[in-house]
């Protein structure tokens, strides 16, 4: 599996992809904004974009959707609930379904409500672990719930299905806010110390070639894994002081997640 990630360098700081089959060069471009500069990469690779996959409906993730499809007679794929929310999709994806890319690179699709109700998120098992996040997970953070989720839901997607991952998968999310995902964190844990030393890393870096983080760091630095986390109770308990004495994992998020909303 080759993966070229691409980043938009507009207000929202958009990755997009390219995930490519190193033997055939059929390509998936996932949520591809920037058409121009997907097109631009798949040519300068050799490769064909045979399919475009929308990890969920909002429109920076699916305002470049006509122009590729368009330049490559592409099919579409998205959540099978995202029917009536993008227009022209030709495979509704499912929890388990798999997208195949040329001969060697198999996806699985993973139902991930939370940001919206309708996001999936496509995971690699093959020759390298991988996670294409949208805008569910984010390196050191969490998607917000403000375009038609849920933050209880988003609970339910990062214990259910996204803790449980290996810990070496890599994360390939939907925007570059790494650093501004670790100032929060360490609002809300000043002393984690891994993650002082990662915004150190990461602070200056160049988001054309972004660091990948793995979910074993993410649970280190992310303070939305963090919920066990006695300093990360105690400062949510500073601005929530009605929170019960020993809180659920559901509420410390759910209480990070709004905290997050205005920070």
């Known amino acids: 599996m080759i993966v070229e990630q691409i980043y938009t360098d507009n207000d929202y700081r958009n990755f997009n992809y390219l995930i490519a089959c190193k033997e055939t060069g059929e390509a998936l471009a996932i949520d591809p904004l920037a058409a121009d500069l997907c097109l631009a ?8 974009i045979r399919q475009v996959l929308n990890t969920h409906e ?3 993730h699916t305002g470049g959707n006509a ?4 330049a490559t007679g592409a099919k579409l794929l ?3 609930g995202a029917k009536d929310k993008i227009p022209g999709i030709d495979r509704g994806l499912k929890a388990g379904d798999v997208v195949k890319i040329g001969k060697t690179v198999e996806l699985e699709s993973l139902d991930t409500p939370g940001h919206t109700m ?5 995971l690699a098992h093959a020759d390298r672990k991988a996670l294409f996040s949208g805008d569910t997970l984010f390196n050191a ?3 917000n719930c403000h375009g038609g989720g849920h933050p209880e839901a988003l609970y339910d997607t990062f214990a259910g299905q996204l803790f449980k991952l290996p810990d070496d998968t890599e994360i390939y999310p939907g925007h570059d806010y790494i650093a501004n995902n670790l100032r929060f964190t360490l ?4 002393d984690n110390a891994r993650a002082k030393a990662l915004l150190e890393e990461v602070k200056d870096q160049d988001p054309h070639k972004a660091m990948v983080t793995k979910l074993g760091r993410e649970k280190e630095v992310n303070t939305f894994f963090r919920l066990h986390s006695p300093t990360v109770i105690k400062r949510i308990r500073e601005a ?8 659920t994992p559901k509420q410390v998020f759910v209480k990070l997640r709004e905290l997050r909303n205005k920070w």
């Open 41 to 48: 990469a798949a040519k300068k690779h050799g490769w064909t």
């Open 58 to 60: 909002h429109g920076d």
């Open 67 to 70: 122009a590729v499809i368009k």
């Open 78 to 80: 998205a959540h099978h």
């Open 118 to 122: 309708s996001h999936v998120c496509l």
């Open 141 to 143: 953070g969490a998607g």
């Open 187 to 190: 609002d809300r844990e000043p």
């Open 240 to 247: 929530f002081p009605d929170l019960p004495e020993q809180p």
